[in-house]
Nanobody, 121 residues
Framework: QVQLVESGGGLVQAGGSLRLSCSAS??????LGWFRQAPGKEREFVAA????????YYSDSAKGRFTISRENAKNTVYLQMNSLKPEDTAVYYC????????????????WGQGTQVTVSS
């Protein structure tokens, strides 16, 4: 059984920063990813990291502003978000990837409950 708990969301002004945390228990398989979902939109990929090699992947919107990192000893993955924009407003989810394809929702079998990020203009 895999359990994921996200934290660190909140309200921030445009240009500000937030750091999200995802604490994982149980197996973590191939790696962990962050996704987000805004009201009325589909869930979209943000960033992913592998547990073994530390490879990192980002969406185009996240590149240069967000950084994903991991602390294996704590089974925790972080998403540092800088230069936040109002369009980053969404519920952010972390998930454990069990199949190939780091950017696909269907590659992830286990999901956290989500944490709200709101960026005001």
């Amino acid at each position: 059984q895999v359990q994921l708990v996200e934290s660190g969301g909140g309200l921030v002004q445009a240009g500000g920063s937030l750091r999200l945390s995802c604490s994982a228990s149980g197996r973590t398989f191939n790696g962990l990813g962050w996704f987000r979902q805004a009201p009325g939109k589909e869930r979209e990929f943000v960033a992913a990291i592998t547990w073994s090699g530390g490879n990192r992947y980002y969406s185009d919107s996240a590149k240069g502003r967000f950084t994903i990192s991991r602390e294996n000893a704590k089974n925790t993955v972080y998403l540092q978000m800088n230069s936040l924009k109002p369009e980053d407003t969404a519920v952010y989810y972390c998930a454990v990837r069990t199949r190939l394809g780091y950017a696909s929702v269907t590659s992830y079998n286990y999901w956290g409950q989500g944490t709200q990020v709101t960026v005001s203009s």
